[in-house]
């Protein structure tokens, strides 16, 4: 089955405390890439990559990394969270020859997180 | 900063209505204009995307776009209970390769 899997689902943690949220797809997807999504905010997008090692940032970059090392993986690092990272995330991938440009987003289940 | 602007409703709409839903945009150098519906607890999915001015249809969904006033429409027709949901506006511009998403409408449909 065509999808995008994120883990894990749910995490509960403290301050500072280093944590990473996986996020894989396996459609041989190019395009991937990471949202958080706020009430009243909506969807915010923090990092993409267009390909292997190649990465960007987006509107909310800050405080977040990420890797591209395998075409179909692509993590989300919180070197140091706080509490104002606490949110509901979402990966998405977009298909090749150009799914990217038409919009075609992928999204996983979603990872909601608290830090306390 | 680019910024998406929608109504957060909810609005609310008898079944069988016509649901209206609007977006404007403030970068006049997007290219590309979608829209996504998230139910609630579940991931958004692509319903639409337009590209240039005027009316898309699919089904019982119609986009409309006018650049000049920067703004995005998606009309819903014979509304049903299923269509509730909120419903996002994105915008992607032509050399970027990042989507700004705007903050969502409740649509409430009403047996």
């Known amino acids: 089955e065509a999808q995008v899997t994120q883990n894990p689902r749910y995490l509960i943690t403290v301050t500072g405390k280093k944590l990473t949220v996986t996020c894989s797809q396996n459609?041989?997807?190019?395009?991937m890439s990471w949202y958080r999504q706020d009430p009243g905010l909506g969807l915010r997008q923090i990092y993409y990559?267009?390909?292997?090692?190649?990465?960007d940032k987006g509107d909310v970059p800050e405080g977040y990394k990420v890797s591209r090392k395998e075409k179909r993986n692509f993590p989300l690092i919180l070197e140091s969270p706080s509490p104002n990272q606490t949110s509901l995330y979402f990966c998405?991938?977009?298909?090749?020859?150009?799914?990217?440009?038409?919009?075609?987003?992928?999204f996983g289940p979603g990872t909601r997180l608290t830090v306390t | 900063q680019k910024e998406v602007e929608q109504n957060s409703g909810p609005l609310s709409v008898p079944e069988g209505a016509i649901a209206s839903l609007n977006c404007t945009y403030s970068?006049?150098?997007?290219?590309?204009f979608f829209w996504y519906r998230q139910y609630s607890g579940k991931s958004p999915e692509l319903i639409m995307s337009?590209?240039?001015?005027g009316d898309k249809e699919d089904g019982r969904f119609t986009a409309q776009l006018n650049k000049a006033s920067q703004y995005v429409s998606l009309l819903i027709r014979d509304s049903q209970p299923s269509d509730s949901a909120t419903y996002l506006c994105?915008?992607?511009?032509?050399?970027?390769?990042?989507?700004?998403f705007g903050p969502g409408t409740r649509l409430s449909v009403l047996p």
């Open positions: 998405a991938s977009s298909p090749p020859g150009g799914g990217n440009y038409r919009g075609e987003q992928y």
């Open positions: 459609m041989n997807h190019e395009y």
């Open positions: 990559s267009m390909n292997v090692e190649v990465t």
């Open positions: 970068d006049r150098g997007s290219q590309s």
């Open positions: 337009i590209y240039s001015n």
């Open positions: 994105a915008v992607k511009g032509y050399y970027g390769q990042n989507f700004v």
